[in-house]
């Protein structure tokens, strides 16, 4: 099975700051990775697909770049709805598989 | 409003079993693959089943033999039949929608979820 790792694990932030969380995959993917945003209680939120695609409905201060094993997602200028988890996904190959997770709080 | 709502879950024994159920609504439910993934408490997601429009299944290996999913597209709904539960089944159970009929693709609508304890 592929890894994703993600990095940092947390994040600490202020609103109207810019952000990056990272993610590796154990194995190269191409482009075929996703970000999710979690909140507790929420089901989970996609916000982009293969690689830099932003998910339909979802804010342009989102972004995400990165191919073959190294990933990038970026928040141009947080807003407050923005603290919540972020987590990678690849779809390269089966079974599909996620990162830990990297919780982004506020400052 | 495109919807999926997770039931069934709940507490049981180690070696006991459990139904969980997923209602979709506001989309064409028997159009689409749905997943099961599961969050360990602490932990990241993690596949557990997969069922095409056409109910061909997939299974993590972790529940190969024990888990099965089904489908009835005539009430719009999507279950997971769980036996032999284990401590490490622990978990919250999504139901998701992949992007399109196939194993190996992201999920866009997703539920908020129902919890399995595994204790005795």
């Known amino acids: 099975d592929i890894q994703m790792t993600q990095s940092p694990s947390t994040l600490s932030a202020s609103v109207g700051d810019r952000v990056n969380i990272t993610c590796r995959a154990s194995q190269s993917i191409s482009g075929w990775l996703a970000w999710y945003q979690q909140k507790p209680g929420k089901a989970p939120k996609l916000l982009i697909y293969?690689?830099?695609n932003l998910e339909s409905g979802v804010p342009s201060r989102f972004s995400g770049r990165g191919s073959g094993t190294e990933f990038t997602l970026t928040i141009s200028s947080l807003q407050p709805d923005d603290f919540a988890t972020y987590c990678c996904q690849q779809y390269d190959s089966s079974p599909i598989t996620f990162g830990q997770g990297t919780r982004l709080e506020i400052k | 409003e495109m919807q999926l709502v997770e039931s069934g879950g709940g507490l049981v024994q180690p070696g006991g079993s459990l139904r969980l159920s997923c209602a979709a609504s506001g989309f064409t439910f028997s159009s689409y693959a749905i997943n099961w993934v599961r969050q360990a408490p602490g932990k990241g997601l993690e596949w557990v089943s997969y069922i095409s429009s056409g109910s061909s299944t997939y299974y993590a290996d972790s529940v190969k033999g024990r888990f099965t999913i089904s489908r009835d597209n005539a009430e719009n709904s999507l279950f997971l039949q769980m036996n032999s539960l284990g401590v490490e089944d622990t978990a919250v159970y999504y139901c998701?929608?992949?992007?399109?009929?196939?194993?190996?693709?992201?999920?866009?609508?997703w539920g908020k979820g129902t919890t399995v304890t595994v204790s005795s």
């Open positions: 293969k690689a830099s």
């Open positions: 998701a929608r992949a992007y399109y009929d196939n194993n190996v693709v992201p999920s866009d609508v």
